[in-house]
């Protein structure tokens, strides 16, 4: 009896390391890095089975045209067009002498709306998300 759950619990064990190691490999990032020969720079899906990309290729910027049958080099462009714009710079605020309040520039974001923002039940607390989630899910 003791032998039976040692081994199932073993296997379990195994079963549960292998789903960990899965899970790790499918939460990477499939996008290749900024410092490599190769990157998409931007893609644009035309229909359901085509898409045109420009994609980075040591100091090149070609641009395919994508199929589900086959990919054709379209053409070059100017690589710098397609170079990412450095990180937005945001400046912190400045605390009272208290260090209770902080100044806020003009009026508060909660003032601005009704009485449901900031709840599940606002609309714009859903249009905000599914945008947050279209930024995050498109390839570039």
Request: net charge positive; no cysteine; charged share 25%.
């Amino acid at each position: 009896m003791i032998a039976l759950t040692l081994r199932v619990i073993a296997a379990l064990l195994v079963v549960l390391m292998l789903m960990w190691l899965l899970a790790k490999a499918v939460r990477r990032p499939y996008t290749s890095r900024r410092d490599g020969v190769l990157a998409v720079l931007n893609r644009q899906q035309l229909s359901r089975g085509s898409a045109v990309a420009v994609v980075r290729v040591a100091d090149r910027a070609l641009v395919l045209g994508i199929t589900e049958q086959q990919v054709s080099l379209l053409g070059e462009t100017d690589i710098d067009a397609f170079e990412t714009e450095p990180e937005e710079h945001r400046d912190h605020m400045e605390l009272e002498p208290d260090g209770l309040h902080a100044k806020l520039p003009g009026r508060h974001p909660r003032s601005l709306g009704g009485r449901l923002d900031g709840s599940l039940l606002s609309p714009k607390t859903w249009t905000s998300t599914i945008e947050f989630l279209r930024d995050r899910t498109t390839r570039r």
